[in-house]
């Protein structure tokens, strides 16, 4: 097969993706993969929770409804049920970001790729292909190989695009029927990893299905890392009425350039204003100066953010606790809130998190406490295991503390600061 063969099946998947909706792309791959010389294409989406690995089926059921569920799930993945992430070669591709090619009894010679579906360092699912002839992959250079990771890109930009314009997608990755507090929360969410040169981002919130006061937000721009941890009080759907106003205060000011604590001021007028004395948020406002390593954050009533170095606990990040969001003025007559420095090293990591991940309590009535979890934290990527697998097991950990049923919030945001290395910010060599 020519190398033109293969970008014009690139080519002619893009160009008939614009008139698809997100219910035709599981066709449109079998057909254009059929060109690169891949069979039996098959996308699996990561659920919420982040515990199965669920087909893109290749059309909608009778009654609507576009996810496929099968009784009998193999170890292999071999059908078209649904995968659990956790002891699955499919989960292993999920879980390390890398490939895992699988032999096939039943085709001597050929292979099953199982690939990572990211969007960026954002997991979406994996992919899976047979490829009838392993030795295909490391023919022509591995040109095969190539072809694969850029059809990969390919149907993880499609699966991002066309998620907008429909619910197959949304509905496909709930393993249940979501809460309107919890659809608030989640219709306001940015994707729960991010990385890049100099900074990775990695968040986690449970119950999926039910979250209603806790929230996150960040954005990364050039030069700074901005992370935001909120825990608004109580629960159902004035509790998630009250994150959305906080985090929009929050995006609002960030967006023209405010600093610490004029943000901060900011919410807590918004948040006094429409809770009339009636509701509060705590909160943990950081900014990461990417190219220093100088960490500032400003507290208002929420757990102290860990500083982590080389596997271990180097000391809570400490600095004067405001009252938390919506409560200053109105019981101090002042908006006083203290911004914390602290100058990071390279390999640093911050661990955000609400009281709910520590304060959660299992049937004996044992905390899962801060010991735990640095524990968890320091274990994790001590093993190699990315930032946002590390969230994961932290929040299967967590879940299984409580016997899969949390009493409160649980939100966890991992930070690490990672300036490159000169070398690697060289152009590639040709």
């Known amino acids: 097969m020519s190398y033109s063969r293969a970008e014009r099946a690139l080519d002619d998947l893009l160009g008939s993706s614009h008139l698809a909706g997100a219910y035709e792309l599981p066709a449109l791959f079998e057909a254009h993969a059929e060109q690169l010389g891949l069979t039996d294409v098959r996308v699996y989406l990561a659920d919420l929770q982040q515990r199965l690995l669920v087909p893109l089926p290749d059309r909608p059921g009778p009654d609507g409804e576009p996810r496929q569920r099968c009784g009998d799930r193999h170890e292999d993945g071999q059908d078209d049920g649904e995968i659990r992430v956790d002891g699955t070669l499919a989960g292993r591709a999920f879980q390390l970001n890398e490939v895992v090619i699988q032999e096939l009894d039943d085709l001597p010679g050929g292979v099953r790729l199982w690939l990572p579906v990211l969007d960026g360092t954002e997991r979406l699912g994996v992919l899976a292909v047979t490829v009838p002839d392993r030795e295909a992959l490391d023919a022509d250079d591995g040109a ?12 993880a930009e499609l699966v991002m695009s066309k998620t907008l314009y429909g619910d197959t997608i949304v509905r496909l990755r709930r393993g249940t029927d979501m809460g309107l507090a919890a659809e608030m929360q989640w219709s306001l969410l940015p994707p729960l990893t991010f990385s890049d040169r ?32 909120f825990d608004g009080m109580g629960h159902g759907l004035a509790s998630a009425q009250l994150a959305v106003l906080t985090v929009s205060a929050y995006r609002n000011q960030r967006r023209v350039g405010a600093d610490l604590g004029s943000t901060a001021r900011f919410v807590d007028d918004a ?23 100088e960490l500032r954050w400003v507290n208002a ?6 500083l982590l170095r080389d596997g271990r606990l180097v000391r809570p990040l400490e600095t004067q606790h405001a009252l938390p969001f919506g409560l200053n003025e109105a019981i101090t007559g002042a908006q006083e809130f ?8 390279p ?13 959660a309590r299992s049937t ?12 968890l934290v320091t274990r994790n990527l001590a093993a190699g295991l990315p930032a946002p697998e590390t969230v994961r097991r ?14 409160d919030d649980a939100t966890l945001a991992l930070l690490q600061w990672r300036p490159d290395d000169p070398e690697r910010l060289a152009p590639p060599t040709p």
């Open 144 to 155: 095969l190989r190539l072809r694969v990771r850029r059809f990969t890109t390919v149907v």
């Open 347 to 359: 390999g640093d990591l911050v661990l955000l998190h609400t009281d709910g991940v520590v304060e």
């Open 394 to 407: 932290l929040i299967r950990a967590l879940l299984d503390h409580q016997d899969t049923r949390l009493e």
């Open 301 to 306: 009533g929420h757990p102290d953010p860990l």
């Open 198 to 229: 100099s900074v990775v981002v990695a968040g986690g919130l449970e119950p999926a299905y039910e979250v209603a006061g806790d929230s996150l937000d960040y954005a990364v721009d050039d030069g700074v890392a901005r992370v935001a941890l």
């Open 364 to 375: 004996t009535g044992e905390y899962f406490g801060a010991e735990r979890l640095v524990d």
């Open 338 to 345: 203290s911004v914390g420095c602290e100058t990071l090293q």
């Open 271 to 293: 948040v006094a204003a429409a809770a009339r004395g009636e509701g509060f948020s705590t909160g943990l406002l950081v900014e990461l100066d990417t190219r220093s390593g």
